[in-house]
């Protein structure tokens, strides 16, 4: 499944584009944000190593973002995602598109084979997964709709989730409003337009400051391909003050070095099918893959398995030593993009591995 690719960026008339792209959901520009839509792909600018500079100068640091923080916006956020816009969100066009059909394959209780492949189907098995995973929604600054994926891991504070940056924003300066995505709200378990756990607003974010790149001269594909797509989120709290944590509890994380064939199970709601009949998912249920890890010959900084999930994965685990009885692994990594931008096989899902970068931004979001 081909993931389009974008690249975003603060400047007026290129949000359209990174909306379609993190819409779709998963990739770095050319294939990082090629998780997003096909229209793109037209836009996108294709990875080229000398062009990392831009990214890449100065030191990294964490950029943060404010989010919803009074009850009135948390309120407005949260009746903002009504089921049918759920269902809806990373539509191309809206207006005109049908409202999925749910997804009702059958739950299976039975404990999915250890280390068995898998390119991409339904997660029936339950567990841990199906509770801290889920759709995590915004608004693009040109009012469209998109989703991405991400997940609740293990805090100080019970409320750190996390997922890719350009899930969160496009490249550019920070202080520049358009360069964020809105209405941040997170569905843990989404499943066919419900929030069976509930749905939570977003009350701060940061990436990076590898993303305060000028737009002219840097993709978010060129950051994403040197290892800087990882965002960090604190979730409010749920009614009556729980943290996210207590309600859906939590992935271990892990910032170890890539390991050369480990087995590595992802999760992720690919939703490209909105946009084009060939495309079996829309996001309705949450889609599991399975596999060893390799690095992209084309980026070998991003490290990933057989997956043929497509846009609006992006963002989502990449667990190892994942228990398919509990449910339950550490996340090394975070969906990044496809084998057009990493390179290798047709079709394969990359991931940012978690290194000193994404501990910085894990270190400040348990904090908060």
């Known amino acids: 499944m081909r993931i389009p690719s974008h690249r975003p960026c603060g400047q007026q008339g290129t949000h359209k584009t990174l909306r379609r792209a993190v819409g779709a959901t998963v990739t770095v520009s050319a294939a990082v944000v090629a998780l ?5 792909a037209a836009n996108a ?5 000398s062009s990392s500079s831009g990214g890449a100068a100065g030191p990294d640091t964490t950029t943060t973002h404010v989010g919803a923080r009074t009850a009135q916006e948390r309120n407005r956020v949260n009746a903002y995602w009504s089921p049918e816009r759920m269902k809806l969100a990373g539509a191309v066009i809206p207006e005109i598109t049908p409202v999925p059909e749910d997804d009702n394959t059958p739950d299976d209780p039975r404990p999915l084979p250890a280390n068995t492949p898998e390119s991409g189907s339904v997660w029936t098995h339950g567990g841990a997964v199906e509770k801290n995973v ?5 608004t693009f600054s040109d009012g469209y709709d998109g989703s991405c994926t991400a997940t609740v891991v293990t805090s100080a ?3 750190t989730v996390i997922t890719a940056a350009h899930c969160l924003r496009g490249v550019g300066a920070p202080s520049d409003d358009g360069t964020w995505n809105h209405n941040m709200y997170f ?3 989404y499943r066919n337009g419900t929030k069976p756990l509930g749905g939570f607003s977003i009350r701060t974010m940061a990436t990076s400051s590898r993303w305060n790149a000028d737009p002219n001269t840097t993709a978010s594909s060129d950051i994403a391909a040197d290892g800087y797509d990882t965002g960090l989120l604190v979730a409010n709290p749920a009614t009556g003050g729980r943290p996210i944590a207590d309600v859906t509890g939590s992935q271990q994380i892990g910032f170890d070095q890539p390991v050369e064939d480990e087995f590595v199970h992802i999760f992720g709601y690919p939703k ?4 084009d009949p060939g495309d079996k998912y829309v996001g309705s249920r949450m889609i599991h893959c399975a596999g060893t890890s390799h690095p992209g010959p084309k980026a070998p900084l991003l490290w990933g398995e057989t997956c043929d999930m497509s846009g609006g994965s992006s963002g989502g685990p990449h667990l190892a ?9 550490t996340i090394v990594g975070v969906t990044t993009t496809d084998e057009e931008l990493a390179g290798g096989q047709n079709p394969t899902l990359y991931a940012t591995r978690l290194g000193d970068s994404a501990h910085r931004l894990y270190d400040w979001a348990q904090s908060r």
């Open 36 to 40: 997003i839509t096909p229209a793109a």
């Open 45 to 49: 600018a294709p990875h080229s190593p």
């Open 134 to 138: 889920g759709r995590l929604f915004f």
């Open 157 to 159: 504070n019970r409320s």
């Open 187 to 189: 569905v843990p378990g």
């Open 272 to 275: 490209d099918g909105l946009n």
């Open 321 to 329: 030593h994942f228990d398919t009885r509990t449910g339950t692994g």
